[in-house]
């Protein structure tokens, strides 16, 4: 049973470009979860979704950023014009049922130049 | 508004000895309260979790009392051991009601000298 996976592991975007971000869930997991975590600190909740629905949008910045998972592939977060402070290692988790147990995949490291 | 204080920042304990590692939450509808640990370049892995009925759950080496009165939690590492380096993360999420995620704390940098 494989679990979260995320790709890509490691992405290079210069500013101003668009970066897309994969999680594939967990094999029957239909809740998912992104968190963006910055050097030394901890993970920052950004959007709760499920297939086809935004739960709760709440850590998501209000403009730039954007999240889907849609009924057919893995979910995806994007992030349009690129900016510097972007720079960070953004983690998926996905789970059973909704705020219960949450799986986190490898991460996907993203570098603004 | 930190609703998740989690101490030491670091942390370095001789093999063998108990690492402590403690949390402080805020928010009371909280009621599921997990343990996270991650080596450099990996995802964190979920190491054990507990809900406010008990107030301590261990599985192997590891524990968490929980103080459910002081809004307090910590994991205890018994016997620790040199693969047990990583950082630690204490989180917390209401799982009735509200639709968040995980709350997390900003890690702890454990290190254990052989």
């Known amino acids: 049973n494989a679990g979260v996976m995320q790709n890509p592991r490691h992405l290079v975007r210069r500013r101003g470009q668009e970066a897309r971000l994969r999680c594939s869930p967990m094999?029957?997991?239909?809740?998912v979860y992104w968190y963006r975590q910055l050097p030394e600190e901890g993970l920052k909740f950004m959007v709760y979704?499920?297939?086809?629905?935004?739960?709760?949008e709440s850590g998501m910045p209000k403009e730039r950023f954007s999240a889907e998972f849609p009924k057919e592939g893995p979910s995806i977060l994007r992030i349009q014009q690129v900016v510097r402070g972007d720079s960070a290692a953004y983690f998926c988790?996905?789970?059973?049922?909704?705020?219960?147990?949450?799986?986190f995949g490898q991460g996907t490291r993203l570098t603004v130049v | 508004q930190q609703q998740v204080k989690q101490s030491p920042q670091s942390l370095i304990v001789q093999k063998g000895g108990i690492s402590i590692i403690n949390c402080a939450y805020e928010?009371?509808?909280?009621?599921?309260f997990p343990w996270y640990q991650q080596f450099p370049g990996k995802g964190p892995a979920l190491l054990i979790a507990?809900?406010?009925?008990?107030s301590e759950k261990k599985e192997g080496r590891f524990t968490i009392s929980f103080n459910k009165s002081a809004k307090q939690f910590s994991l205890h590492i018994m016997d620790s051991q040199p693969g047990d380096s990583a950082t630690y993360f204490c989180?917390?999420?209401?799982?009735?009601?509200?639709?968040?995620?995980?709350?997390f704390g900003k890690g702890t940098h454990l290190i254990i000298q052989p």
């Open positions: 989180a917390a999420a209401a799982s009735r009601g509200g639709a968040d995620g995980l709350t």
């Open positions: 928010n009371t509808a909280f009621d599921y």
């Open positions: 507990i809900r406010p009925d008990v």
């Open positions: 094999k029957g997991h239909s809740h």
């Open positions: 988790a996905s789970s059973l049922q909704g705020r219960t147990e949450a799986f």
């Open positions: 979704l499920q297939k086809e629905n935004i739960i709760d």
